[in-house]
Each structure stands twice: as C-alpha cells, then as structure tokens.
C-alpha cells in the first residue's frame, strides 16, 4: 500500500507526509521484536520507493534526447538494502548512447542536482563526501565508469580501496 501511495506522488510534499510515517513503522517493528535485518530491508525498500519517484517527477518532462540512455545508480547502504532512519546519499549516474559525453554530462548533471536537492528536502541529507549524481564525477558514461573501477582495482590504494566498498 505504501509503495502504490509513493508511486501516485505528485510532487515532493506528498512524499515528504509519506516519508514522515516512516519513523512510526520502524518504531512498531521494533515493538514487534523484529530484528535489524528485516528493518533495515523495510527501511530501504520504502527509501528506494521515494528514491525512484523523486527521480521519475524530475525525469519525466526533461528534453532528453531519445538517443542518451542513463540509469540511476546507487552505492553504500542503499545499495546493500542496510539502511537506517539516518542515511545519507550515496548514488551516481552512467549513460550511454550517440551522444558526446560532455553532453550528456550537460544535459543530466542539472536533473541529477535536482535530485540530489529533492531528496535532501525529503530528509536524505547530502553527502559530506560528494558522492552525488550531481557530482560531474559520478555522472558517467560506460566507458569513464569501467576505467575508474579498473584504475581502483589495479592500484589499490587505502583510498582506492574505500571508494570500492561504496562504489562495488
């Protein structure tokens, strides 16, 4: 019912009510006995929900051309299904298709910022550490991304190997 509820949103206000009753469902899980695991996995199906509607409204009228492919990417917690009522974001974007990479950079970098901005607004902060789609470093094609992980994995520096438990 929650999910159906996400999806009919029409604008950030509804889901900001929606995400306000989050709190109260864990506080109940948590009365119930259930553990961490499972709370968690609620916590971040209901997350992912308002992730994915915060990104179709944004998404949904922008002048793309039909050309660019993209998909929304995320790391960390949310990516492992591990979240907890205090999350920030961690996500970026790939693209493809028979545009320039720079622009597709210019035509997705100001919809990811969006996003990014959105989703703050819903109580998912920032990312202190800037790992955003709406970082020009985290908004990549195919082949930018595939070369980023194959320098983490042939390097592997203390730092390389950081961005790899976000990023893998």
């Known amino acids: 019912l929650m999910h159906r509820r996400i999806w009919r949103a029409r604008d950030i206000e509804a889901l900001a009510a929606i995400r306000r009753e989050v709190p109260g469902i864990v506080g109940a899980l948590l009365e119930s006995g259930s553990g961490f695991a499972p709370i968690s996995a609620i916590v971040s199906g209901i997350n992912d929900a308002i992730a994915r509607r915060v990104i179709a ?61 959105a989703l703050d607004q819903l109580g998912y902060p920032l ?24 320098g983490w994995i042939d390097q592997g520096t203390p730092e390389h190997l950081l961005n790899a438990t976000i990023f893998f």
């Open 57 to 117: 409204l944004t998404f949904e009228d922008a002048p793309l051309p039909a050309e660019l492919d993209w998909c929304w990417l995320t790391f960390g917690s949310e990516a492992r299904m591990e979240q907890t009522l205090a999350t920030d974001q961690d996500n970026g974007l790939v693209f493809a298709g028979r545009v320039d990479e720079q622009a597709a950079r210019e035509l997705l970098l100001p919809l990811a910022r969006r996003v990014n901005e």
């Open 127 to 150: 990312c202190p550490g800037n790992i955003m789609a709406g970082n020009p470093e985290l908004c990549l094609s195919i082949d930018e991304w595939s070369q980023r992980f194959r």
